[in-house]
T-cell receptor
Framework: GEDVEQSLFLSVREGDSSVINCTYTDSSSTYLYWYKQEPGAGLQLLTYIFSNMDMKQDQRLTVLLNKKDKHLSLRIADTQTGDSAIYFCAEKGGGYQKVTFGIGTKLQVIP | DAGVIQSPRHEVTEMGQEVTLRCKPISGHNSLFWYRQTMMRGLELLIYFNNNVPIDDSGMPEDRFSAKMPNASFSTLKIQPSEPRDSAVYFC??????????????FGPGTRLTVL
């Protein structure tokens, strides 16, 4: 079945860039997502990328997709303490509503 | 819009008791998902409904778990009998289904279940 893997933990200093990486196995993925979960809350969609794109930029966020290697990354520029959260990578296959989530990467921003 | 509403927010119960979690999806959304989140296993999809019909329940752990969606505005997840290993945060999410769209899922705040 589909699998999404990501590292569990990342620590960065405030003002630095953060890069969270993810790999997935489903070669028929149509959309890939980054969701953010703040403490005590549900997940919220941060950004997404369609599988025929290789990059998407949205203010401080840059998503890179390497479809050949099935690798997705999220770069957060000028990381702030408010960016501390768990970030989930997720993918959706074609013609099906199920989204497979990774285990989540906990981002700790040190002031 | 109020977003996805879940109740209760916290539930503490004793092993063997029945637990019912409730979810009200966003109006107009036609897909509903139940997830379970634990430290060990991360976020697991338990079941999902499309137009009130269960489509994929392969993630339901065992027969002790059951889910219903009697109408477009309400769903329940029931655990009977509950066990300590069921302790987790249970999320409900909904989305507006479209085959050619990114189909953002909107998550509720979750129900933190503790089974003693």
């Amino acid at each position: 079945g589909e699998d999404v893997e990501q590292s569990l933990f990342l620590s960065v200093r405030e003002g630095d860039s953060s890069v969270i990486n993810c790999t997935y196995t489903d070669s028929s993925s149509t959309y890939l997502y980054w969701y953010k979960q703040e403490p005590g809350a549900g997940l919220q969609l941060l950004t997404y990328i369609f599988s025929n794109m290789d990059m998407k930029q949205d203010q401080r966020l840059t998503v890179l997709l390497n479809k050949k290697d099935k690798h997705l990354s999220l770069r957060i520029a000028d990381t702030q303490t408010g960016d501390s959260a768990i970030y989930f990578c997720a993918e959706k296959g074609g013609g099906y509503q199920k989204v497979t989530f990774g285990i989540g990467t906990k981002l700790q921003v040190i002031p | 819009d109020a977003g996805v509403i879940q109740s209760p927010r916290h539930e503490v119960t004793e092993m063997g008791q029945e637990v019912t979690l409730r979810c009200k999806p966003i109006s107009g959304h036609n897909s509903l998902f139940w997830y379970r989140q634990t430290m060990m296993r991360g976020l697991e999809l338990l079941i999902y409904f499309n137009n009130n019909v269960p489509i994929d329940d392969s993630g339901m752990p065992e027969d002790r778990f059951s889910a219903k969606m009697p109408n477009a505005s309400f769903s329940t997840l029931k655990i009977q009998p509950s066990e300590p290993r069921d302790s987790a945060v249970y999320f409900c999410a909904s989305s507006r289904t479209s085959s050619d769209s990114y189909n953002e899922q909107f998550f509720g705040p979750g129900t933190r279940l503790t089974v003693l």
